[in-house]
């Protein structure tokens, strides 16, 4: 197969999700292909405003430190300027032939000196040094609340990202299975560490430098102005400058870096795809192709990232010159002024000091706008997720179920994943409590669709479906499932020991139960010959057990859930045929006294049956026992006999 085109691959994995990939019996179905085509995000944060409230309100949890951490900075902020503003009484203290009564400290310290205009060089270097003295002390100070304040704004973000993560975590345990089936794993792994890492760098550096800015240039310009007037005037001619290529350039910034943040999905939607099927690569010889979508999807983000780069990272020199000219100009103007207007050499320097430090913040804002704009790109996408609808909460008058017996009736049902596709219609069957219900037919009949349908993934478009007599709809959703066991054709087993995954299926199970649940799905002989066995440890999804051996753990886990229904979906096909008739008793002894539907294209596994629903495009086409349907010489029969394949 050739390699998919860029934008075919870039719609495929890092889509938002408004249409899903192809599962059982229809688009987005449980256990189908995920990542379908879906809306790729271009172009910069759509709503910047509503995106930094959002994330003001997880911070604003914090108030009280963030009270802290503002003292602090203006306590810095103070200091800083403060301390600038002395070293005009350390020029003034060593020039003999500066005015001493612009000095503040020779003011306090040598006030009869001061009054009659000379200084000694004793005098001088006295007071030089007691202006020393203060200025250590006030730089201490700043060194202090710039250590208090990097800290605790360090704690907040830390705490702030930590919620943030757990709100979007619990959202996803709300999210319907439609949602997982039409997006990529990796796509959502990226917005749980790319964009949310870039929203706590955002966090504890911007946000510290936008405040702390905000506070230096409100300070910075008093004591400029305090200094000299013209000087300042100057100064301000550069801020228009300033904002208009801030702004020009941030907004191509902001642009790529949201483009960025999707191409970034996109890439490790495809790594996590391709590292899961490496053996399916393998086998089919598609190392190759694997290899050129790669590279165009990594050609495509590093495009991507270099633009935003590029504008992220020419915004500082550009800011850096445009500051330097300012400096320039500055320093000569103000060298006239000493000239020819009296102005002190001591305050021509503190000012160009001053004039750095109100470039500084800006310049320093706008070298982070590349954060800036990663982080509410990464934001809007985690709000996303956030934002997506949850799954239908139960009716408020849900009732429980209690005494379960397990009789399921499907009445006159239809159902679509797609509201064009119909992948389900009409279908009524009933099935009386401790009965084996199975479904043959074709791929994509719709066999899967009804099992999704009794647990509720999906809510049926018309018809209904009752367990003992009650909509399903009446009942709380998860006790409704905890009603329902499952096996799937797919095997997941968590990283842990054997007993915690055959436990899962029934968190409060003794050991006793677990094993004996084992000995039901005849898994208890082979994790006996394990090393340490039923404290054996999977890792990486069981990699280091046979697939069979997943399966019959899975299918232990159904057995210790007690739940009287029970689903099998192909529990059957990762076994051999010897360790499939191994099981058969076991299965027996699962299948007693619950009620069973059994999805199998083995049919032989179904001969058994109280009924078997032959599916053909939605609709039962035959019904019965295994002999009725030979006996019928229809659809059944041509399956059972080979005469006809499933599809």
Not at 186 to 201: C, K, P, W, Y
Not at 611 to 640: F, S, T
Request: proline letters at 3%.
């Amino acid at each position: 197969m050739a390699a998919r085109n860029l934008e075919e691959l870039q719609k495929r994995y890092a889509s938002l999700g408004k249409a899903g990939g192809r599962g059982p019996g229809g688009p987005g179905g449980p256990g189908g292909r995920r990542g379908g085509p879906g809306v790729r995000a271009k172009g910069k944060p759509k709503n910047s405003r509503a995106t930094v409230r959002r994330l003001a309100g997880y911070i604003a949890a914090y108030r009280f430190r963030l009270i802290i951490v503002l003292l602090c900075m203006l306590c810095s902020t103070v200091t800083a300027l403060a301390g600038g503003y002395l070293l005009r009484d350390v020029y003034n203290a060593l020039d003999r032939d500066a005015d001493p009564g612009k000095s503040i400290l020779l003011r306090i310290f040598l006030p009869d000196a001061v009054e009659a205009g000379v200084l000694t060089d004793a005098e001088r270097m006295w007071c030089l040094g007691i202006i020393l003295l203060v200025l250590a002390g006030i730089y201490a100070v700043g060194v202090v609340s710039t250590y208090l304040q990097g800290r605790l704004m360090m704690t907040v973000s830390q705490n702030a990202v930590e919620k943030l993560r757990n709100d979007l975590f619990k959202k996803l345990q709300r999210l319907p299975v439609r949602y997982f089936d039409s997006h990529p794993t990796g796509e959502l792994m990226s917005r749980f560490t790319n964009d949310v890492d870039a929203i706590d760098m955002m966090i504890n550096s911007t946000v510290t430098s936008f405040i702390s800015g905000a506070i230096s240039l409100v300070g910075t310009f008093a004591m400029m102005l305090y200094t000299n007037w013209i000087l300042t005037l100057i100064t301000l001619a550069f801020v228009p400058l300033y904002l208009f290529g801030g702004g020009l350039i941030g907004k191509k910034s902001a642009k790529y870096h949201s483009a960025q943040q999707a191409a970034l999905g996109a890439v490790n939607g495809y790594i996590e795809e391709t590292v899961t099927g490496s053996k399916v690569v393998k086998v089919f010889n598609h190392e190759e192709v694997c290899v050129e979508e790669f590279e165009a999807l990594n050609d495509d983000m590093r495009e991507k990232q270099f633009k935003a780069h590029f504008y992220g990272g020419v915004m500082g020199p550009i800011m850096h010159n445009l500051s330097n000219l300012a400096f320039a100009i500055t320093a000569g103007v103000g060298g006239l002024l000493c000239i020819f207007a009296g102005f002190d050499v001591g305050g021509l320097a503190i000012f160009c000091t001053y004039s750095r430090q109100f470039s500084f913040p800006i310049n320093n804002i706008s070298m982070q706008m590349s954060t800036i704009f990663s982080a509410l790109a990464g934001a809007e996408r985690v709000f996303a997720v956030m934002d997506e609808t949850p799954e239908m909460a139960d009716r408020p008058d849900a009732i429980s179920m209690e005494g379960v017996k397990g009789e399921v009736i499907l009445d006159n049902v239809s159902f679509g994943y797609l509201p064009d596709q119909t992948v389900l219609k009409h279908v009524s069957l009933y099935a009386h409590a401790g009965q084996k219900i199975a479904f043959v037919g074709s791929t994509g009949a719709g066999k899967t669709t009804v099992t999704n349908l009794l647990n509720r993934f999906y809510d049926i478009d018309e018809g209904m479906i009752t367990i003992d007599g009650v909509d399903i709809r009446a009942y709380k959703r998860d006790e409704l499932r905890g009603n329902i066991a499952m096996v799937l054709q797919d095997t997941h087993l968590f990283t842990g020991t054997i007993m915690e995954n055959i436990r899962y299926g029934r968190p409060d199970a003794t050991d006793d139960e677990v094993i004996q649940a084992a000995k039901t799905a005849s898994a208890h002989s082979f994790i006996m010959r394990l090393e340490k066995g039923y404290q054996t440890v999977l890792e990486g999804d069981g990699a280091n057990l046979s697939q069979g051996q997943r399966q019959l753990l899975n299918i232990a886990r159904a057995a210790v859930s007690k739940a009287p229904i029970l689903v099998l979906d192909e529990a059957t096909s990762s076994v051999d045929t010897r360790t499939e008739r191994h099981i058969e008793h076991g299965m027996d002894r699962l299948m007693k006294n619950r009620t069973t539907f059994v999805i199998a294209h083995r049919l032989s596994t179904v001969r058994n049956a109280n009924a078997i629903m032959v599916l053909e495009q939605g609709e039962i086409i035959e019904r019965g026992n295994h002999d009725q349907l030979l006996a019928l010489g229809g659809r059944y029969h041509e399956l059972y006999t080979g005469k006809r394949e499933l599809d």
